[in-house]
Structures are given as structure tokens and as C-alpha cells.
């Protein structure tokens, strides 16, 4: 799942990345052969007609068994990404739409805005945990958007079975500029200091943990900005320290692959891959899609622990043991192993994401507490804050 022209080290470091390489990767092309159940190939992109992949998929075990292999093996070795046209039908997209616009045209009378990961805040729109606002505004359109088939076969195809779908509108509306390229969640939302801080097997498995989807609300001509991707990237094993760089944002920029979508159309790719929303340049095409990011059932502790009451408890001790002379690192060290220091999932709406790709985590929150000196009923107050932020309603 990750090539590069040099055997891959433990550590995969900014410093280190090499645009060679990445062509290296590159120069692999896909293969019709390879994917027997595609009807044709369209920008190195495996083109599948829903109606034909469900009928394989459904038609045995042992035909199953060949459809979700081919498509995980084109996420993963191949061009990391497939289209199935027709995936969801027209009218059902619509009645989701109209769920869609009715929440967006609530959000603008709040005043509120959405802010965006890759892309200027307000520039466009957005409807951060569209799943459960869907479900709740209208749970007949939710049942008979998610009775899908094709998601179903994608998502187990990448995940196997129990995994989780959450869901974020994205409408970029005339005019309406696009993303830097990027990789998604989890890693994907990291700095490239960050990652680099992760072990190069980490950077392996954080493709396996989530699969990315998109589904056409409207026709998207090249016109209207639909995704702009770069086949096979998501093998370039630095992809995840070397996005954020000059020289890969230009290629990326120069070389990618763009296909019109029309309305119900769907895109399932790799996290990995490297891809950006592309800019709409249309003069009347408010570009609507609905991004899915499926989760993985393993992504979960074993246990529930209550991390705030954890942080709670010992931070009192924390602050004595600071004014003793414990050292920084060991104080770090206590509060890693107490706090939770990864920052999602959250509400983007109410815990958006300020001054980088991710909001604080419940870690940050602590250790900035600690080093102010804050007392132990500031702390609370903070932790209470950020808790009641991150809830979905």
C-alpha cells in the first residue's frame, strides 16, 4: 500500500520527501483487466455501472467475495479511487437535498457560519454532522438515502463489516474557490511536524482505518469544480509529510485528474490519495455533495474511561508536583496517559478548528491549564466548556 523508490524507513520525515519519488509511484497505470466488473476506464479512474456491480455482488458468496476484492484491491494498489455511476437514485437524492438546503438556509439565518479544513471559512457552505441532522429533520429520506447497496458493498469492500458512516455537506457555490490538495482523516488533519512524529507503519494504517465517498447532489460538469485527484498517490509512502509542500502542491496543481459527475453519481477513494474540492468557475452551479467518511469498527478503545473525570482527579497532583521541580516531559508524560489527546470526533460546528486542521484536544486544553498555573476550578470550567462543545446537539 505504500511504494517508494527507497525502502521505507521508520521515520518519514519533511525533510526527506522527494518529488521523484512520488513519480516513481506514479508512473503505475491501471489496468482494465484488473478491474473485470468496471465498464471502462476514464482518466486512469475505474468507471463501475451500479446496476452491474450490485447484481455481481449480490449473486453469491463466492461472487461477492470477487467484487469486494477487486474493488479493495483498486483502493489500495491501484489508482486508490473508483466512480459508480448511478450509485444512488435521483429522487432520493432530491428529497436529501432539499433536507440539505433546508438546514444550510437555518444555519444562515442563525448567523453561522462553517468553517472548512483546506478551504477559506465562508467561502462556501457547509453542514458538519450531516448524517444525524438528516436523520432527525427527516428519517423516511434517511432510510431510503442509506438502504444503498453500493455504499454497503464499498464500505465493507475497505472496512469489513460494523463499520460507522458519518457524513459533511459540501456546497461550493459560484465562484467559490477550492481546496490545497490534501489527505484526509485521520493523519490527513495532521501538520506535517505531527505526523512526522508517527511511525511509518502508522502512516500505512491510517489508510486502512477510513474510506472516503462522495455523492453527486447535482450534475457537476468539469466546470463546477468536481474533485481534482492524482491516481495512485495514495502509494507514495511521504504522502502524509509531503502534501503541505511547495513543489508537490504545484505538481499537483499541474497534473491531476478531473471527471464530471452527474447527479447521484458517487466516488469512493482512499483517504491517502492525494485530492482537493476543485473551484467552481460555473456561472449558476451550486456544486452539492455529500461526503462520506466511513469509519473502521476497530478505531475504539476496549474500555470506556471517563478522561475528564481522570484529568480531574489528578491535575491538583499535577500542579503540586510542577511547583516541586517535576520536569516537563514527565508532567507531559502523566497527562498523555490520563487526557485524551486526540481531537476528534467533535461538532465542527461548535468546536471548529482555528489556526490549523484540527480544534484543541482535551490534552491541550490540560497542559495549557498546567503551565498557566490554573486552579483546579478553572480547569473544570474549561473542560466543561470544551465537553459541551464537542456534543452533537
Request: hydrophobic share 45%; charged share 20%; proline share 6%.
Amino acid at each position: 500500500m505504500t511504494l517508494t523508490a527507497r525502502p521505507t524507513p521508520a521515520w518519514l520525515l519533511p525533510q526527506d520527501c522527494r518529488l521523484a519519488d512520488l513519480l516513481e509511484v506514479l508512473a503505475d497505470r491501471t489496468r482494465i483487466e484488473e478491474h473485470p466488473h468496471a465498464s471502462r476506464l476514464e482518466g486512469q479512474v475505474p468507471v463501475y455501472a451500479a446496476a452491474r456491480l450490485v447484481a455481481a455482488a449480490t449473486a453469491g458468496a463466492e461472487s461477492r467475495r470477487d467484487v469486494l476484492g477487486e474493488i479493495a484491491r483498486g483502493l489500495a494498489d491501484g489508482p486508490g479511487i473508483i466512480v459508480v455511476e448511478g450509485a444512488f437514485e435521483a429522487e432520493v437524492v432530491d428529497r436529501v437535498t432539499a433536507a440539505f438546503e433546508a438546514t444550510i438556509d437555518e444555519q444562515r439565518s442563525a448567523g453561522t457560519a462553517s468553517g472548512d479544513h483546506f478551504a477559506k471559512p465562508g467561502a462556501n457552505d457547509r453542514v458538519w454532522n450531516a448524517l444525524e441532522k438528516l436523520a432527525v429533520a427527516d428519517p423516511e429520506a434517511f432510510v431510503d438515502y442509506y438502504a444503498n447497496d453500493v455504499l454497503a458493498i464499498a464500505a465493507t469492500a475497505w472496512l469489513g463489516p460494523g463499520y460507522q458512516v458519518t457524513s459533511q455537506v459540501n456546497v461550493v457555490n459560484p465562484g467559490g474557490a477550492g481546496q490545497t490538495v490534501h489527505r484526509d482523516y485521520h493523519l490527513g488533519f495532521q501538520s506535517d511536524e505531527t505526523c512526522a512524529r508517527y511511525p511509518a507503519h502508522v502512516h500505512a494504517l491510517s489508510q486502512a482505518l477510513t474510506l472516503q465517498g462522495a455523492v453527486a447532489h447535482c450534475d457537476m460538469p468539469v466546470e463546477s469544480g468536481p474533485t481534482l485527484y492524482l491516481p495512485h498517490s495514495q502509494k507514495y509512502a511521504y504522502g502524509y509529510v509531503a502534501y503541505q509542500r511547495p513543489e508537490f502542491q504545484e505538481y499537483f496543481v499541474a497534473h491531476h485528474v478531473q471527471l464530471p459527475l452527474a447527479k447521484g453519481d458517487a466516488v469512493f477513494f482512499n483517504p491517502a490519495l492525494f485530492h482537493a474540492a476543485g473551484t467552481n468557475r460555473s456561472a449558476g452551479i451550486r456544486r452539492m455533495a455529500n461526503l462520506l467518511q466511513v469509519s473502521s469498527a476497530f478505531g475504539r478503545t476496549m474500555e470506556t474511561v471517563d478522561r475528564q473525570r481522570v484529568v480531574e482527579a489528578v491535575y491538583p497532583t499535577l500542579l503540586a508536583r510542577r511547583a516541586a521541580g517535576m520536569g516537563e516531559r514527565a508532567l507531559a508524560n502523566a497527562v498523555a496517559a490520563g487526557a485524551e489527546a486526540y481531537a476528534f470526533p467533535t461538532n465542527l460546528d461548535r468546536d471548529q478548528p482555528v489556526g490549523g486542521m484540527a480544534p484543541p484536544s482535551q490534552a491541550d486544553v490540560v497542559a495549557h491549564a498546567l503551565a498557566e498555573g490554573s486552579d483546579p476550578a478553572e480547569l473544570h470550567r474549561r473542560l466543561d466548556a470544551q465537553a459541551d462543545a464537542r456534543r452533537s446537539h
